[in-house]
């Protein structure tokens, strides 16, 4: 059986996500203290837009031919770094 899972490039995501103030009341000497996350995925890409890209990071293979899991839809806005992996 010829594996499907070589048609997709392997690649490490960083990307930046929102963040909320996790106090109740927060002054507002303090606001600009918060700032977004930056955050890092490791995966394969199934498809990239314009504006989105779809990852999955973990997959299957049988007679059946191949199932993903791990599935998650970027905008693209949110995507600072594309790393090809090996």
Same mark, same amino acid.
């Given at each position: ?30 606001? $600009?203290?918060?700032?977004?996350? &930056? +955050?890092?995925?490791? %995966?394969? @890409?199934? #498809?990239?837009?314009?504006? /989105? ?12 031919? $191949?199932?993903?899991?791990?599935? &998650? +839809?970027?905008?693209? %806005?949110? @995507?600072? #770094?594309?790393?090809?992996? /090996?």
């Amino acid at each position: 059986m010829i594996s499907m899972i070589s048609k997709y490039k392997h690649v490490r995501i960083t990307w930046q996500d929102i963040c909320t103030a996790e106090e109740a009341w927060t002054h507002e000497d303090e606001i $600009l203290q918060h700032d977004v996350a &930056t +955050c890092t995925d490791t %995966g394969y @890409i199934f #498809k990239k837009t314009k504006s /989105k890209l779809w990852l999955f990071t973990s997959y299957s293979e049988d007679e059946d031919g $191949l199932s993903v899991g791990g599935v &998650t +839809c970027f905008p693209m %806005g949110c @995507i600072k #770094k594309i790393e090809i992996l /090996k």
